[in-house]
């Protein structure tokens, strides 16, 4: 079964710096694209952005400059560095992984449960 797993969440001065990661685990032989998304108390969830197998990149306007999105595929795992946090940045930050090849099956629009990122004022 396909697990994708968040870590690396935690609380920031507005100003640093936070890196969190997403593992997928499971037979699994190829992952399209990840994305990271984001949602804060109250809000809807937005995409924060996303990264193709091949390493190309997107961006929310809101993040452009600061975040940036990288993987290796060897090991199955997305990575969001965070620079210059800001209070608004604020939310639960979520990893998905939009087509996933197993040994047995393809998967469609996975998840994983989300990590905590706090930037304090």
């Known amino acids: 079964q396909v697990q994708l797993v968040e870590s690396g969440g935690g609380l920031v001065q507005a100003g640093g710096s936070l890196r969190v990661s997403c593992a997928a685990s499971?037979?699994?032989?190829?992952?399209?694209?990840m994305g990271w998304y984001r949602q804060a108390l109250g809000k809807q969830r937005e995409l924060v952005g996303t990264?193709?197998?091949?390493?190309?990149?997107t961006y929310a306007d809101s993040v452009k400059g600061r975040f940036t999105i990288s993987r290796d595929n060897a090991k199955n795992t997305v990575y969001l560095q965070m620079n210059s946090l800001k209070p608004e940045d604020t939310a639960v930050y979520y990893c998905n992984a939009d087509r996933i090849w197993t040994m047995t099956r393809q998967e469609y629009d996975y998840w994983g449960q989300g990590t905590q990122v706090t930037v304090s004022s």
């Open positions: 990264i193709t197998s091949g390493g190309s990149t």
């Open positions: 499971g037979r699994i032989i190829r992952i399209n694209v």
